[in-house]
């Protein structure tokens, strides 16, 4: 009977050792099959500033503040831009005046009175003739003094004089204004226009918003400061787009592709994982930063790739968050123009 019992148990023995073995192969195979790659959470930052020079009146937010794309931020003292606006708006409204009376011309009352002018003058000028004409017959006569012909020659010559220059007066009138004339009070409206317009804009300035959704990071200045284009008011972090700044040496290149999915993974949340996606590998080498906590040399060449997170509603990572990426292998990277985050459609 031993003779029995020892095969079988040698039989047992070796089973046992094939699947031991086939157990670790599977377990290597699994290992090799995803690559974790270690960094940290990054993000933009951008400081605001107003675009002209004022007196900060009011801020709006307080560190640590989520904000939405054109939320009011900050605010300056309105007072000096209201008084140029409010001119550069009197100023439109006398050069528009000007315009449109160059445009419509003379009323007809005005006419009118300008052909009565010349009625007038044409009488006066018959009177002034007649006049001469009888003192010129009296001086012939030695009945008048040669004194008083001259005087009635000069007032016929002014009586014409004035006769041509009301009638070039009204013919003006008929006519209208030059065409150079309507094109320069024309020109001059839209400088007032532009001026109005570029009043509005400052006025407008004086509120600083959110050029996007984010945190406020730090308020750089207070109510009362001076403030600046040069001089930032409020630190400002961009939430979206979000990223897992990751190093990979060369040999990662071959088979890492922009597009393809990953998992983002923190300490700080180990029961839950993040999807994401290869957005950027950077096409040239550099050292190893000392700040990154990779297994490899640090002394190697790397690769700077960027793994974007579709970040949930809550948005948990935070900047410079230590965080592990998980790509696996047989990846496949996501359709150009297709969005990383978008569900897998459900099987049929």
Same mark, same amino acid.
């Given at each position: 009977m031993f003779k029995f019992v020892l095969p079988l148990l040698l039989l047992l023995i070796a089973g046992s050792g094939v699947a031991w073995y086939v157990e670790q192969e599977n377990n290597s195979n699994s290992a090799t099959a995803t690559r974790a790659f270690y960094g940290n959470m990054d993000l933009r930052q951008v400081d605001l500033a107003f675009n002209d020079a004022g007196r900060i009146s009011d801020i709006f937010v307080q560190? =640590?503040? !989520? +904000? %939405?794309? =054109?939320? !009011?931020?900050?605010?300056?003292?309105?007072? %000096?831009?209201?008084?140029?606006?409010?001119? @550069?708006? @009197?100023q439109l409204a006398a050069n528009q005046a000007i315009y449109e009376k160059l445009v419509h011309g003379s009323r007809p009352e005005d006419i009118e009175r300008l052909r009565a002018v010349v009625a007038a003058d044409q009488a006066n000028?018959?009177?002034?003739?007649?006049?001469?004409a009888r003192l010129t017959t009296l001086t012939q006569q030695k009945l008048a003094s040669p004194q008083d012909l001259d005087t009635a020659r000069a007032q016929r010559a002014a009586a014409a004089a004035q006769l041509k220059a009301d009638q070039a007066q009204l013919q003006l009138a008929v006519i209208g204004n030059r065409p150079e004339d309507i094109a320069a009070a024309k020109a001059s409206v839209e400088a007032a226009t532009a001026a109005v317009h570029s009043?509005?804009?400052?006025?407008?300035?004086? +509120?600083?918003?959110? !050029?996007s959704a984010g945190i406020i990071s730090n308020r750089l200045l207070e109510p009362g400061d001076m403030a600046s284009p040069a001089q !930032?008011?409020?630190?400002?972090a961009l939430t979206n787009p979000r990223w897992a700044r990751i190093y990979l040496a060369e040999s990662d290149l071959g088979w890492i592709h922009e597009g393809m999915p990953a998992t983002i993974h923190s300490d700080s949340f180990p029961d839950r994982s993040f999807a994401g996606w290869v957005g950027y590998i950077s096409p040239t080498a550099e050292f190893t930063p000392k700040a990154v906590e990779s297994p490899s040399v640090r002394t190697a060449l790397v690769y700077q790739a960027r793994v974007y997170v579709c970040d949930p509603a809550d948005q948990p990572l935070r900047l410079g968050m230590p965080v592990t990426v998980k790509i696996a292998r047989d990846a496949r990277p996501v359709a150009r123009g297709a969005d990383p985050c978008a569900p897998e459609p459900a099987a049929p």
């Amino acid at each position: 009977m031993f003779k029995f019992v020892l095969p079988l148990l040698l039989l047992l023995i070796a089973g046992s050792g094939v699947a031991w073995y086939v157990e670790q192969e599977n377990n290597s195979n699994s290992a090799t099959a995803t690559r974790a790659f270690y960094g940290n959470m990054d993000l933009r930052q951008v400081d605001l500033a107003f675009n002209d020079a004022g007196r900060i009146s009011d801020i709006f937010v307080q560190t =640590g503040d !989520p +904000v %939405r794309a =054109g939320q !009011p931020i900050a605010k300056l003292d309105t007072r %000096r831009f209201d008084a140029a606006l409010a001119a @550069a708006q @009197a100023q439109l409204a006398a050069n528009q005046a000007i315009y449109e009376k160059l445009v419509h011309g003379s009323r007809p009352e005005d006419i009118e009175r300008l052909r009565a002018v010349v009625a007038a003058d044409q009488a006066n000028l018959q009177l002034r003739e007649r006049t001469e004409a009888r003192l010129t017959t009296l001086t012939q006569q030695k009945l008048a003094s040669p004194q008083d012909l001259d005087t009635a020659r000069a007032q016929r010559a002014a009586a014409a004089a004035q006769l041509k220059a009301d009638q070039a007066q009204l013919q003006l009138a008929v006519i209208g204004n030059r065409p150079e004339d309507i094109a320069a009070a024309k020109a001059s409206v839209e400088a007032a226009t532009a001026a109005v317009h570029s009043a509005q804009i400052a006025r407008d300035d004086t +509120v600083l918003t959110a !050029p996007s959704a984010g945190i406020i990071s730090n308020r750089l200045l207070e109510p009362g400061d001076m403030a600046s284009p040069a001089q !930032p008011v409020i630190s400002l972090a961009l939430t979206n787009p979000r990223w897992a700044r990751i190093y990979l040496a060369e040999s990662d290149l071959g088979w890492i592709h922009e597009g393809m999915p990953a998992t983002i993974h923190s300490d700080s949340f180990p029961d839950r994982s993040f999807a994401g996606w290869v957005g950027y590998i950077s096409p040239t080498a550099e050292f190893t930063p000392k700040a990154v906590e990779s297994p490899s040399v640090r002394t190697a060449l790397v690769y700077q790739a960027r793994v974007y997170v579709c970040d949930p509603a809550d948005q948990p990572l935070r900047l410079g968050m230590p965080v592990t990426v998980k790509i696996a292998r047989d990846a496949r990277p996501v359709a150009r123009g297709a969005d990383p985050c978008a569900p897998e459609p459900a099987a049929p």
